[in-house]
């Protein structure tokens, strides 16, 4: 049985949280160079097709994309996939003639009142410019017949055609160093999916469990290093144990999968202490939980300086990845 909810939540809520770690998904997939802080807008992902359907009744179809994106000048659609799909060039083509759509009626409104404040007319109404937008799809567990590369061909009355193709991401091709490397912390969540087999029968799982404490040790390092935020680095764990919890269904794994990460949560950290206004200063708590984990005393990292709710909290962290 296929089962994605899992995946297509975890992915939902990342690109809604934490949109900054998909400029480097960005810059890998088109060969971009954003910095990790470049301004993202996420854009709406909802639209309606309206026709005819059976015995003349009208249709109204919600189109529902994963994620559109606009960096500077530029619009992004990314498309994340669990399983190989026989129609996501079909869906990829729907999705860019709605943005282009989309993107043509604010461009003519937009017009339109520029138009009005310096006196001219409505712009010419017999053209329009059908703006495609930069597309991806990313392959959670691609197969053998997964295609590497999307391609739209637009064919017209005359005999003219034109194509357009955008290479495919395959998680799997990614070694967990290379994820690091290529700052593409937005995977991590999904990498455990390729040893989806071994933790869902409790078979040959070591390396799993492996690889899922390497990540913990990695994104720790981050923080400390300042290259991932407090509430990325509790909801990246967060995410990472979703996924295991998807995968296992409760088996007998399931409980020392997810301790490596630090257990099931049920919300995410970064939530509650926003609820509970107790956030603090990164660079301070980072201070803090390298000191806890080079074993140094509580008491004298107050003694320090440190107030003793961030120290706490620091403490419930290292405990969060390490306990």
Known sequence: MKKTRGYDNTFQ???VKHKRLLIAVINDCFQKHYPQEAPVELL?????????????VVDIEDRENDCVLKIGEDYYLVEVQTYDDENMAIRIAEYTFIFGRDYAQEQ???EKVENKLIGQGYPYQG?????IPH?????IKPTERTPRYTEITYAFPDGREITYSEKNVFLSDLTK???????LYAYIPFYIARYERELSTEKNYQKALEDLAFFRDKMI?????????????TDLGDFVNTIVVHITDGNNLEKEATSIMG????ETKSERLRREGREEERDILADAIARIKNGEKTEDIINSGIDPQTVEKAVDIVQLFLG
């Open 108 to 110: 003519a409104e937009r």
């Open 44 to 56: 709406p992902n909802r639209s309606v097709l309206v026709s005819e359907g059976s015995k003349g």
């Open 13 to 15: 809520t990342l690109k």
């Open 177 to 183: 160093e290379e994820i690091i490397e290529k700052k």
């Open 135 to 139: 597309f991806t799809v990313i392959y």
């Open 263 to 266: 257990g099931k949560v049920l």
């Open 127 to 131: 053209r329009v410019t059908m703006h």
């Open 221 to 233: 390092e981050l923080h400390q290093n300042r290259e991932l935020t407090g509430d990325e680095l």
